[in-house]
């Protein structure tokens, strides 16, 4: 039987501090905040990888391994004296409380979005009382990759107002966009060219978000397709004693479209 997580948390806190003691691990006695930070983002990508394989036990064992990552980080402050693992954990339980009213205390939300109002509202109060201002933008990491970091900037701007009434009209934008890459071209201005493909990147995650789709899954699985669809194009030329640098461009396209045809239900595989 398993034990308690409570108990099992303690445990995993005394095995830190050995890794960290006098006799514990060299590697794990040698890092800084700084030097995990690499650590910490591929953990974090690979409890993503786990997710989107659908499989239980991958996420359970990546999930550990970035749970070890928080714990490792919490260790290093509490040797240099700036918080411990228990004030973290406190800290945490107090705000999760204080911004869910609706559920700890009298308040009541009727959605979703209500919801997320009232957690930007409580946050903007908090600051205040801390001396602060703070922009309603604030909170979306400027390390995220870009395109979801441009997602949860819509978002939060979306919770006051500031939104597209739909998708439709958000492509229209994109359209207006376009035109715009499309003269900054013409005129071969390129650093006018890139802010202008900016804006459209920029303009397609506002319909992907309007659309209730993730911007960096759609693209990710773009990338994937690409990726499976080259791939296969480079077995066919290898099935006829070929390779991609002894082929032309138009035969690269013609089994690029072959490629496509199969996979959509037609065409026939190279002999």
């Known amino acids: 039987m398993v034990d308690s997580p409570g108990v ?5 806190l005394e095995i830190m501090a050995r890794l960290r003691g006098s006799e514990g691990c060299p590697w794990d006695r040698e890092q800084t ?3 995990l930070k690499p650590f910490l983002v591929e953990e974090a990508y690979e409890v993503l990888e786990a997710i989107e394989s659908g499989s239980a036990p991958a996420v ?3 999930l550990g391994d970035l749970l070890f990552q928080i714990i490792f980080h919490a260790r290093l402050a509490a040797e240099a004296g700036d918080f411990t ?4 954990l406190d800290h945490l339980a107090r705000k999760m409380i204080r911004r869910h009213p609706h559920v700890f205390g009298d308040t009541a939300v009727t959605s979703a979005r209500q919801a997320l109002a009232q957690w930007e509202a409580i946050k903007q109060s908090e600051a205040e009382g801390a ?3 703070r922009s309603v933008l604030e909170g979306v990491p400027r390390s995220l990759p870009s395109l979801l970091r441009a997602q949860r900037v819509q978002s939060k701007a979306a919770r006051i107002g500031f939104d597209w009434p739909d998708a439709a009209a958000a492509w229209q934008k994109v359209r207006e966009e376009l035109g715009e890459v499309e003269a900054a071209l013409a005129r071969g201005e390129r650093a006018r060219i890139q802010e202008e493909l900016g804006d459209v990147f920029f303009s397609v995650v506002n319909v ?3 659309c209730e789709i993730d911007a960096e899954e759609a693209l990710q699985g773009a990338v994937e397709k690409f990726r499976r669809r080259f791939t296969q194009m480079e077995a066919d030329l290898t099935a006829r004693g070929k390779d991609t640098a002894t082929v032309t461009a138009a035969e690269l396209e013609r089994l690029w479209q072959a490629v496509k045809a199969r996979e959509h239900g037609g065409g026939e595989s190279p002999r």
């Open 8 to 12: 099992l948390f303690e445990s995993l």
């Open 33 to 35: 905040p700084i030097s």
């Open 60 to 62: 359970r064992e990546e």
């Open 85 to 88: 693992m228990g004030e973290v």
């Open 131 to 133: 001396g602060r201002s």
């Open 208 to 210: 992907a978000r309007l």
